[in-house]
């Protein structure tokens, strides 16, 4: 599973509060992804980083902000959630770990997903 | 940005039959995966196939890249490849560690 957490794996909250979701990764992997599943949506990337500190914009990154200060954490923020932010969330790690577990350097892998309810 | 097509959408198959599932891409890509979501949403990685044929198991996957798309085989299917199958691939160049994905194929097999 390419050692990668998620947390919290549920969150229940309102329209208007601050939200943050981490995704943690044990075996150094160089680059960092959240992607965001809607129904008959596929998986739509929000955000990535490249680095500590690197951090570019996706496909759907309006009204997230992310962060990495260190090479196992990326967080994403949603500054104040609205009800369309309601989905599940998915990070994924790619580029060789200090483990080399994994096999290229492109393929990436995901963590378990975390459900956001925003009523 | 590259387009990506699945197909079936939908797939009902008795258990024991193969199948093949498509992915159409509108451009050159230098990373095509097949993932499996299962019933419990994990995605579970299949194939990294940017080109050629690979296998594992029942299933076996073929990418010609200069065509243009993807394909994903099953055989001798089982209740537990129930599922939503994904194909998704990153664009040549810039960024291409982006992963783009289809909308997904719905597989059901029934005993």
């Known amino acids: 599973d390419a050692g990668i957490t998620q947390s919290p794996r549920h969150k229940v909250t309102e329209t208007g509060t601050p939200v943050t979701l981490r995704c943690h990764q044990t075996?150094?992997?160089?680059?960092m992804y959240w992607y965001r599943q809607d129904p008959g949506h596929g998986l739509r990337l929000i955000h990535y980083s490249y680095g500590v500190k690197d951090t570019d914009k996706g496909e759907v990154s309006d009204g997230y902000s992310v962060s990495r200060s260190k090479t196992e954490d990326f967080l994403l923020t949603l500054e104040s959630a609205t009800s369309s932010q309601t989905s599940v969330y998915f990070c994924?790690?790619?580029?060789?770990?200090?483990?080399?577990?994994?096999?290229?350097?492109?393929?990436?892998?995901f963590g378990p997903g975390t459900r956001l309810t925003v009523l | 940005g590259i387009q990506v097509e699945q197909s079936p959408p939908d797939l009902i198959l008795q258990e024991g039959a193969n199948s093949t599932l498509r992915c159409n891409f509108s451009d050159s890509v230098n990373n095509l995966q097949w993932f499996h979501q299962n019933p419990w949403g994990q995605l579970i990685n299949l194939f990294y196939i940017p080109s050629g044929t690979k296998q594992n198991g029942r299933l076996s996957a073929t990418t010609v890249a200069t065509e243009r798309y993807s394909l994903l085989y099953i055989s001798s299917s089982q209740t537990t490849d129930s599922g939503v199958y994904f194909c998704?691939?990153?664009?040549?160049?810039?960024?291409?560690?982006?992963?783009?994905f289809g909308k997904g194929t719905k597989l059901s097999v029934i005993p």
């Open positions: 075996e150094n992997h160089r680059y």
């Open positions: 998704a691939v990153g664009a040549s160049g810039a960024g291409s560690y982006q992963l783009t």
């Open positions: 994924a790690i790619s580029g060789s770990g200090a483990s080399g577990s994994v096999v290229s350097y492109n393929e990436q892998f």
